[in-house]
């Protein structure tokens, strides 16, 4: 018995349930007959008429949410890749929420007493067993330490961690058994969508990094005064409990906004600057900017909840983002098109003309005109479309991303006003691209480069001692031994060394492997020149191999008889 097996035996008793609970909503084709799946029963057919009559979105946000925290949890996951899913599955499962009963005081005490190693009593001057609020995955209480500061309690479900943790073992062995064997399935890429499930996943059921995500903000914004992040208590925190500063204040709604003498468009300008100093100062940021995770605070303070749920931005990333602004900057479709396909991870079938073709239309539909007219969730929604048409995939980083973006113009319309993200994203890219260009990043650019040529010469003569000493010991070699009367097969073995030589010329060159001459990688031409010679050296050791001159005397003899 295979690993993939034994682990899908493991969970017989789950898989069984997920298998009924999407057979029931009509989304378990794949284990409609018996045997599919090693120890697992076939899914039933829909019964209920009136499943049928929903749509896929909806099925299948009703199974998710039926199958408790893990899955909701996919679901809201799915919500921000329409490029895998579609737009019409991903709008329906945005705000998908389970209604998760809060652990009791006798359960949720112990715990935190193990956790942290003290008794409740000694812990908090008070504690409220009734929990303030409950989510899929954690509860808060609330508390007071001894000086009398008032401080929310964050603690897991008892329990949840091992049973997500399980869920966890059984996508993955699931994704892993039927993306070989199931050809619809396979399209919605169920590996790379349960490993990005897993990294989310993993980071909410540790609340140490809710902690570590605490202590970062609260730095990056410590010399903002009127941005205010919960203060963390790390002596009271840890893998299962995150104690942090109790932050009281007015909803962020219509209404209180302007009773806290607020004026709605400002503090919308205000809070999305907020989001886009974070991604594009910070290189990380809050990843969930619903009106429920901001409190209007006095003195026209605005305090930020809930960082479990963090985006990052990472260098190589902050350096593609620049690619893809600069492209369609200056309107360049061949340049975008490139820097779509370095993004994603494109299928062998994707045919590039028609992707350029795609891309140029979507480039003069949505960006000929002024920014204060570019309609942001437009451009995102059709942009995810267009790849889900192609079948590209757009990494888990820069997806967050656009969809974090799209929440902040959401954001202002939940209050009654229409402010345009990209009107406030202007600045930030004017400033990518006059630091793309900035003399010190060039001449940075320019050292790398450098050491780039330094180490390849450095290198290149012990590299190509070794593959010569590979050749002459006979470790590395190709020997043909065939009796080719009619030359067919030579020529067949020539165009094949010709043919992989061009491939993987063609390859490092449009991937533009460093280092570089003029933008024209040159691993890749020396690829050119080792295929074209070993081709040449190979045809000319040949008996039946003929010269130019050899040729041209045989024609003037054939023309004289």
């Known amino acids: 018995m295979d690993d ?8 017989r008793d789950r898989l069984n349930e997920i298998v009924t609970v999407l057979g029931r909503y009509g989304l378990a084709a794949w284990a ?5 799946i090693p120890g697992v029963r076939a899914a039933k057919r829909m019964a209920d008429p009136d499943l049928a009559d929903l749509s896929p979105g909806q099925r299948l946000r009703g199974a998710l949410t039926e199958l408790g925290a893990t ?3 996919f679901g809201q996951m799915l919500s921000l890749r329409p490029d895998l899913v579609g737009p019409e599955v991903a709008g329906e499962l945005e705000g998908l929420q389970a209604s998760v009963p809060a652990d009791p005081a006798d359960v949720v005490q112990p715990l935190i007493e193990h956790e942290l190693g003290h008794p409740i009593t000694e812990l908090f001057a008070t504690f409220d067993g009734d929990a303030m609020g409950s989510g899929s995955i954690a509860q808060v209480h609330r508390a007071t330490l001894a000086d009398g500061t008032e401080v929310a309690v964050k603690v897991l479900h008892a329990g949840v961690d091992r049973k997500v943790l399980a869920d966890l073992d059984l996508f993955q062995a699931l994704a ?4 070989p064997r199931d050809p619809e399935l396979a399209r919605y890429r169920p590996t790379v969508l349960v490993d990005e499930f897993q990294k989310m996943m993993h980071a909410s059921i540790n609340l140490s990094q809710e902690l570590a995500n605490l202590q970062r903000f609260s730095a990056n914004f410590a010399s903002e005064t009127d941005v205010v992040i919960p203060t963390p208590f790390p002596e009271r925190s840890s893998t299962r409990v995150v104690t942090m500063r109790l932050l009281e204040g007015r909803p962020f709604d219509g209404a209180n906004i302007e009773a806290a003498g607020w004026d709605v468009d400002q503090l919308v300008d205000r809070a999305a600057n ?4 974070m991604v594009f100062r910070d290189g990380v940021y809050h990843a969930d900017p619903h009106p429920g995770n901001f409190l209007l605070l006095d003195d026209h303070r605005l305090g930020i909840l809930d960082f479990g749920d963090v985006g990052y931005l990472s260098g190589p990333r902050k350096a593609q983002l620049e690619e893809l602004v600069i492209a369609i900057g200056t309107r360049d479709v061949d340049h975008l098109t490139d820097v779509v396909i370095q993004m994603t991870t494109p299928p062998s079938t994707v045919d590039v003309l028609q992707l350029r073709g795609d891309i140029d239309v979507w480039l003069t539909k949505y960006f000929m005109t002024d920014v204060a007219h570019l309609d942001m969730p437009a451009i995102v929604d059709s942009g995810m479309s267009l790849m889900h048409a192609h079948g590209l995939v757009l990494p888990a ?4 991303l656009f969809r974090v973006l799209l929440r902040l113009q959401g954001l202002g319309r939940s209050v009654g006003t229409d402010v345009r993200v990209t009107q406030l994203l202007d600045p930030y890219l004017g400033r990518i691209m006059a630091d793309r260009f900035n003399p010190k990043r060039m001449a940075a650019h320019a050292v790398r480069t450098a050491r780039s040529w330094e180490h390849l010469i450095d290198s290149l003569p012990e590299q190509v001692l070794a593959t010569l000493e590979r050749v002459r010991t006979g470790e590395l070699g ?9 030359q067919g097969i030579d020529r067949l073995v020539d165009g094949l060394l010709a043919a992989a030589s061009i491939l993987g010329a063609s390859e490092l060159i449009s991937r533009k492997a460093p280092p570089t001459i003029g933008g024209v990688s040159l691993p890749g031409l020396v690829a050119v020149g080792i295929g074209t010679i070993t081709w040449q050296r190979l045809a000319m050791k040949r008996p039946s191999h003929q010269t130019l001159l050899q040729r041209a005397r045989q024609v003037s003899d054939v023309a004289r008889h």
Do not use: C, N, P, W
């Open 397 to 400: 980083d820069l997806a967050l």
């Open 478 to 486: 190709v020997d043909f031994r065939v009796r080719d009367v009619d």
């Open 176 to 179: 892993r058994f039927l993306e």
């Open 32 to 36: 409609s007959r018996d045997g599919t």
């Open 71 to 73: 899955g909701v949890k």
């Open 274 to 277: 907020i989001y886009l100093e």
């Open 4 to 11: 993939l097996t034994e682990t899908l035996l493991k969970h």
